[in-house]
């Protein structure tokens, strides 16, 4: 099991035990299965940042932090994020 999948299941644990859970990011890269895992979680959506002519999606942290949730999943934390 990947590290994505495993975020996800234990998310929708805690979630089923009271937590307030909320998804920030995640990249599913297309598996039905991971897709799947994210269930009845509620997804942030992402942000459009338009960087050297291209549209470009990354989470949207002010969206995130605003809805002031027990625990906010962030897939790909180390990846390069558009300026901005």
Do not use: F, W
Not at 1 to 26: F, H, I, W
Not at 51 to 74: F, S, W
């Amino acid at each position: 099991m990947g590290k994505t999948l495993a975020m996800l299941e234990e998310d929708c644990r805690r979630s089923l035990r009271g937590a307030d859970v909320v998804v920030g990011l995640v990249e599913t890269r297309g598996r039905s299965h991971t897709e799947q895992a994210i269930g009845l979680l509620t997804v942030v959506p992402r942000r459009v940042v338009s960087y050297r002519g291209a549209a470009l999606t990354d989470m949207d942290l002010d969206a995130v932090l605003a809805r002031r949730r027990d625990i906010a999943l962030v897939d790909e934390l180390a990846h390069t994020n558009a300026p901005g």
